[in-house]
Structure formats: structure tokens, C-alpha cells
């Protein structure tokens, strides 16, 4: 008996596979930008926006499951930090606040460019990208690179400075740390499956929600994949310059 694998399905699929690219992305840049400059200190300016918001994440997800909240640091030479007493909400508990930030921040990347391209006239060669297959991967760089050009080359605009270092920020701070993935992991994995049984159902209002909330995530997705991406290739010929000059 086939399983149908069906458009929600791939949708889904797509966003999750998504989610793993850009916490790897985000992953290797931490690693080149905090442990290879010679100066930490810039590669903490560069992080404090998604750093911060990376923990307030954290903070919502405890507020959320009912966690009570031991010690909050925003920010600091050893990144951020929150610690909380056990959820009241069994299981998944553990599992919303330690994924908080990958729900999180897609969002706040997606209201990023719409407040930027609204009201500080930025421009974006299309409309907001989302992820709705594995076809919609392809042209992101390319849309991004036509976006640069757009605001950097053609008709300058200051505010797209502003917006390049807070989506880059963001983009740094997806990966989660060692410990929210071994409080995630098991979650994860019940919540995908219990996802794509729920899809299977092709219930209409239900089907049809759920693809709302995983288009606004796959908008602040393929934003901060985009631009990790742009951020991975300028960061490794900066990587090796600065090896080769030590």
C-alpha cells in the first residue's frame, strides 16, 4: 500500500529540511567569525541583535509552557543564556523552549523585510520568498543577489545597511546550542511524524492553517538561508586572507 505524498507533505518537508541547511550554515559561521577574527570583540557586535533575540525566544517559549525562570543573560562574551526550572507542560515542554528560536526568529526575519521594504523603501526584487517545494530553493541566491544590487549598486540606500547587519545577525544565531538539542531532539522527532500524520489527514481548515504558519516560517527561512549563504561565501575568502596574513 502506497503512502501519497501529498503538496502540504512536501511543504512541510521542504521547511524542515530547510531549518537543518540554515543551522548548519549558521553553525559553520560561528565558528569562522567567533573563533578565527582577531578581534572578538566585532564578532560580538555582529551577534548581539540574534543573540538577544535568539534568548528572548527562550524566554517566550518558558512564559508559554509555564517554566519558571531562574537567570536571563541577553548577552555576554560566552554568548546568551536562560535558565529555568522544569516546564509544567510534560515533554514538550523542553521541546517548545529549546526550539523556540527556530520559530522565532524566521518570523522576525520575515516581519524584518516587510518593515524595511514597506517603510524605509528598500527594495526586493520579488515578493517575500517562501518555501513551498524544493524548486522554491533554487532562485533565492539569485534573488538576493539581484536585492543587493538593487540597494547597494543602483540606488543606494542607507537603511539597507541597517537591515543587511540585523538579517546577518539573525542568520548567525539559528544554531542551537549542544544542550537544547539534546533537550529538543527526541521532541523533534514526535512532532515531525505527528505533523505529517496530521497532514495525512487532509483535513481542509486543518491542512489549511498549518500551511499558513509554515509559510510565514519558510518566508524568515529562506530569507535567512539566502543571506547565510551570502554570508558563507564572503566570510571563507575573508577566512583565508586573514590565515594567510597571521
Known amino acids: 500500500?502506497?503512502?501519497?505524498?501529498?503538496?502540504?507533505?512536501?511543504?512541510?518537508?521542504t521547511v524542515i529540511c530547510a531549518g537543518l541547511i540554515i543551522m548548519g550554515i549558521s553553525h559553520l559561521l560561528d565558528h569562522i567569525w567567533a573563533h578565527s577574527l582577531?578581534?572578538?570583540?566585532?564578532?560580538?557586535?555582529?551577534?548581539?541583535p540574534g543573540v538577544i533575540l535568539h534568548e528572548c525566544a527562550h524566554v517566550i517559549g518558558c512564559l508559554i509552557t509555564g517554566a519558571k525562570i531562574k537567570k536571563v543573560?541577553?548577552?555576554?562574551?560566552?554568548?546568551?543564556?536562560?535558565?529555568?526550572?522544569?516546564?509544567?507542560?510534560?515533554?514538550?515542554?523542553?521541546v517548545i523552549i529549546s526550539t523556540a528560536p527556530l520559530f522565532f526568529l524566521p518570523l522576525v526575519l520575515a516581519a524584518l523585510t516587510w518593515l524595511f521594504?514597506?517603510?524605509?523603501?528598500?527594495?526586493?526584487?520579488?515578493?517575500?520568498?517562501?518555501?513551498?517545494?524544493?524548486?522554491?530553493?533554487?532562485?533565492?541566491?539569485?534573488?538576493?543577489?539581484?536585492?543587493?544590487?538593487?540597494?547597494?549598486?543602483?540606488?543606494?540606500?542607507?537603511?539597507?545597511?541597517?537591515?543587511l547587519y540585523l538579517v546577518t545577525s539573525?542568520?548567525?544565531?539559528?544554531?542551537?546550542?549542544?544542550?537544547?538539542?539534546k533537550n529538543a531532539l527526541t521532541g523533534l522527532v514526535i512532532l515531525a511524524i505527528a505533523g505529517i500524520c496530521l497532514l495525512a489527514l487532509n483535513i481542509p481548515a486543518v491542512t489549511g492553517g498549518f500551511l499558513l504558519l509554515l509559510g510565514l516560517i519558510g518566508t524568515g527561512l529562506a530569507i535567512g538561508l539566502a543571506f547565510g549563504i551570502v554570508a558563507l561565501l564572503v566570510s571563507l575568502p575573508a577566512l583565508l586572507f586573514y590565515r594567510s596574513a597571521s
Open 1 to 13: 500500500m502506497s503512502f501519497p505524498i501529498t503538496p502540504a507533505m512536501e511543504t512541510f518537508a
Open 38 to 48: 582577531r578581534y572578538p570583540s566585532f564578532y560580538l557586535i555582529v551577534s548581539a
Open 73 to 94: 543573560v541577553l548577552l555576554s562574551k560566552e554568548g546568551g543564556m536562560v535558565s529555568y526550572s522544569p516546564p509544567a507542560i510534560p515533554v514538550l515542554g523542553d
Open 117 to 163: 521594504g514597506t517603510f524605509a523603501d528598500c527594495s526586493f526584487s520579488t515578493a517575500v520568498p517562501s518555501l513551498g517545494s524544493i524548486e522554491s530553493l533554487y532562485p533565492l541566491v539569485a534573488a538576493i543577489g539581484t536585492t543587493l544590487y538593487q540597494n547597494l549598486i543602483v540606488a543606494f540606500n542607507p537603511w539597507f545597511i541597517l537591515y
Open 170 to 181: 539573525l542568520a548567525l544565531s539559528f544554531s542551537p546550542s549542544v544542550q537544547d538539542l
